[in-house]
């Protein structure tokens, strides 16, 4: 298939070939940054027991009537918080209870301890104190009932997860396994280190991109080094990759229409199965997909602004995907351009690097300079020449925890 | 100092007292999010040589005239991009290149393909061809000239970094060490897994939601388990600290008023020195900053929200600090309530869990539900009691990659 694909459509394709990962079971800790394969619920309510909001007493029905309020016998010895002896509080007794202590049975409301007063064995509760609306016992159940969601299937369990889970009685998760992903880049001129630089020759610089954005999207990468662009390395290189257990391959470059631009030929000549090879967008004009037997086939053009938007549009949402996430796809919002821009060739949609930034709430972009990291992509659809500054336009958010930093 | 302090009194205390960490030289693979110890710059230029931006023929001064244009005699081998052999191209001829390719000594243009007409080794070339303003030849420097700036210190590195810094000569990169913190959770209360539950007993919470939360401050964490509300084992742990290699320490739970609330004083028992215990806000109203030695210790409350609040307010920024982090605290911008908000308690600045949203590029904040992950946290200042819907309010963004999915 060489007419170029809008987006959407490559997204579908993509989808149709992007068989789920399967699960497994992992402890709290391991959960972390995974993405939950089943709908998570609460086994056992938070809190688990009738706690007390307080340090104070708690108190049973009734008590002597005296002028101050009410008196009640203190019964038992002080416990803190994690005693778990056992009081049974009969009309007329108090006993001393500490915030997050059990209510014990037959308590039917605590007295913060600043309201009582404490004397030879007896506690005197105002009568104000009796007549709050807040008992400041804590219901078991109230913060979280039993079977209360906690995680959708698809989510990707952030530490505040992990703690809900361990409160509620959860010790191992279900999660999706995490993509392997191998990637490798073609080009004779490329090299691996400074050492071997002569003129004519660079550094592989995609590479380090792919090693450091793989895991932005929550897969293992494992990189296969520098291909020459010859048919015989790359044929090489896909034929030890159909026996490679890789969910995923990336490759970038040798995907221009020149003379030593062989890598499709090579992953055809493999065996492989070409999905689609050109984007209706740019960068994306030369962009692969396809199949090696069960390994889905990303081929990215070389130039490393095009690899680090692929990423963001196309091949980071289908590692995400795989693992069953849910919109999976680059978070998108509008923004006003500061800026005039002129967009010459507007035959398809261009993505450029951007800067996002909010002042008075309204999120503002500009074009990232030249060695700027860019915290979004900005969308120029077809069609139009001219942007005037504060026209609205559609940003997707690179992923980034630092993004807006 | 038990007077309550304001967030940034304390920001500005805790920084009297981070030393920032010392170095250490990383490959380039090792410094993904690491913070930049030293102004990063470009150490070789980029491109290395003047290259070829296109498929084509490099050509030399003049030509032979014919009528379509200027003919030239092909020289060389037809030579990849990476292909090193020396060609020098004198007036008259030219020698095929390939995109990313050095343009040979004598070499003025680039002509590509699409407008060559090749015959019996020579090629021809149409006139406007030669009168583009393009000449389709990118520069030795032009993207990055050496000295450019890469990253200033105290940047965090992300992929495109990496990318760079590989590209202009860095091999290993001296980045700040990351702080070791131990972290531990305080109450008898507590218990480490379900199958210990019984009514009375909770499942430690807190020690899952600071292991999580640590590493997105860049830092390393260890748990070092629950420790009992007694002055005995509270003490214990802070004389081991003391001899332990920790840069932080955070601690929960202990820091009420309650008898059973002993941390701060096994703490000062141990040589603790308090440098506040009480912030001008809630959650924080029971917060402890101090030094063991010369380790930084943080004492905070024992509810999970509050954890997770002045994780974002007061620890995180504090262990990015000591990573020499600019702009280290939690990224602020203005948002519209979606909600009414009566703020009955409004003595002092109150911060509350809210989710973000983006409609039509407006920042847009409501309160976060009981099970919901906040992806802010909402300032709500002394003295004002109610929010209409649409009211202006400030965020805090919560660090999370996935806060705006």
Same mark, same amino acid.
Do not use: W
């Given at each position: 298939?060489?007419h170029?694909?809008?987006l959407?459509?490559?997204h579908?394709?993509?989808? =149709?070939?992007?068989v789920?990962?399967?699960?497994?079971a /992992?402890?709290?800790?391991?959960?972390?940054?995974?993405?939950?394969? !089943?709908f998570?619920s609460?086994?056992?309510?938070q809190p688990?027991?009738?706690q007390?909001?307080?340090?104070?007493?708690?108190?049973?029905a009734?008590?002597?009537?005296?002028?101050t309020?009410r008196r009640f016998?203190?019964i038992?010895?002080?416990?803190p918080a994690? !005693?778990?002896?056992?009081?049974?509080?009969s009309?007329?007794?108090?006993?001393r209870?500490? $915030?997050?202590g059990?209510?014990?049975?037959?308590?039917?409301?605590?007295v913060?301890?600043?309201d009582?007063m404490?004397e030879?064995?007896? /506690?005197?509760?105002?009568a104000?104190? *009796?007549?709050r609306k807040?008992?400041?016992i804590q219901?078991k159940?109230e913060?979280?009932?039993?079977?209360?969601?906690l995680?959708?299937?698809?989510?990707?369990?952030?530490?505040?997860? *992990?703690?809900l889970?361990a409160?509620?009685?959860? $010790?191992k998760i279900e999660?999706y396994?995490?993509?392997? /992903?191998?990637f490798?880049?073609?080009?004779s001129?490329?090299?691996?280190?400074?050492?071997?630089l002569?003129p004519g020759? %660079?550094?592989?610089t995609?590479?380090?991109?792919?090693?450091?954005?793989?895991?932005?999207?929550?897969?293992?990468?494992?990189d296969?080094?520098i291909? !020459?662009? $010859?048919s015989e390395?790359?044929?090489?290189? +896909? #034929?030890q990759?159909?026996?490679?257990?890789? #969910?995923?391959?990336?490759?970038?470059?040798?995907?221009?229409?020149?003379?030593?631009?062989? *890598?499709e030929? =090579?992953f055809?000549?493999?065996?492989?199965k070409v999905? +689609?090879?050109?984007l209706n967008?740019?960068p994306?004009?030369?962009?692969?997909?396809?199949?090696l037997?069960?390994?889905? /086939?990303?081929?990215?053009p070389?130039?490393?602004?095009?690899?680090r938007?692929?990423?963001n549009e196309?091949?980071g949402?289908?590692l995400?995907?795989?693992?069953g996430m %849910?919109?999976?796809?680059?978070?998108?919002?509008q923004a006003?351009?500061?800026?005039?821009?002129?967009m010459?060739?507007?035959?398809?949609?261009?993505l450029?690097?951007?800067i996002l930034? +909010?002042?008075?709430?309204?999120?503002?972009v500009? *074009?990232?300079?030249r060695?700027?990291?860019?915290?979004?992509?900005?969308? +120029?659809?077809?069609g139009?020449s001219?942007y005037?500054?504060s026209s609205?336009v559609?940003v997707?958010l690179a992923?980034s925890?630092? =993004?807006? =930093?």
């Amino acid at each position: 298939m060489s007419h170029p694909l809008d987006l959407p459509i490559a997204h579908e394709i993509i989808a =149709a070939d992007a068989v789920l990962l399967g699960g497994e079971a /992992v402890s709290i800790n391991e959960a972390l940054k995974r993405v939950a394969k !089943s709908f998570l619920s609460a086994k056992v309510p938070q809190p688990g027991y009738d706690q007390s909001g307080r340090d104070g007493y708690a108190i049973a029905a009734d008590g002597d009537a005296v002028e101050t309020g009410r008196r009640f016998q203190v019964i038992g010895e002080e416990a803190p918080a994690g !005693s778990i002896k056992k009081i049974i509080l009969s009309e007329g007794t108090a006993c001393r209870i500490m $915030t997050g202590g059990m209510v014990p049975q037959g308590g039917v409301r605590v007295v913060p301890q600043e309201d009582c007063m404490v004397e030879g064995g007896k /506690v005197t509760v105002p009568a104000h104190a *009796l007549q709050r609306k807040n008992t400041f016992i804590q219901k078991k159940g109230e913060q979280i009932a039993e079977g209360d969601l906690l995680a959708e299937a698809g989510t990707v369990l952030q530490p505040e997860h *992990l703690a809900l889970l361990a409160a509620t009685g959860h $010790t191992k998760i279900e999660v999706y396994r995490k993509p392997r /992903v191998g990637f490798f880049c073609s080009g004779s001129e490329l090299v691996g280190s400074p050492e071997q630089l002569v003129p004519g020759l %660079k550094i592989s610089t995609n590479r380090y991109l792919l090693g450091g954005l793989i895991p932005q999207f929550l897969a293992e990468g494992e990189d296969l080094g520098i291909v !020459s662009d $010859t048919s015989e390395k790359l044929g090489l290189m +896909f #034929d030890q990759l159909k026996s490679a257990s890789f #969910d995923v391959v990336i490759s970038t470059g040798g995907m221009g229409p020149g003379k030593y631009d062989l *890598l499709e030929e =090579a992953f055809y000549l493999a065996g492989g199965k070409v999905l +689609f090879r050109s984007l209706n967008m740019r960068p994306g004009r030369s962009a692969l997909f396809g199949r090696l037997g069960d390994t889905l /086939v990303f081929g990215l053009p070389g130039p490393p602004g095009a690899v680090r938007t692929l990423m963001n549009e196309m091949v980071g949402p289908a590692l995400l995907r795989l693992q069953g996430m %849910k919109n999976c796809g680059p978070v998108a919002m509008q923004a006003r351009l500061e800026q005039r821009v002129d967009m010459k060739n507007n035959d398809v949609l261009h993505l450029k690097a951007g800067i996002l930034s +909010f002042a008075g709430g309204f999120a503002c972009v500009r *074009l990232a300079g030249r060695l700027e990291i860019a915290t979004c992509f900005i969308l +120029f659809p077809p069609g139009r020449s001219v942007y005037q500054p504060s026209s609205e336009v559609e940003v997707h958010l690179a992923y980034s925890p630092f =993004a807006s =930093a």
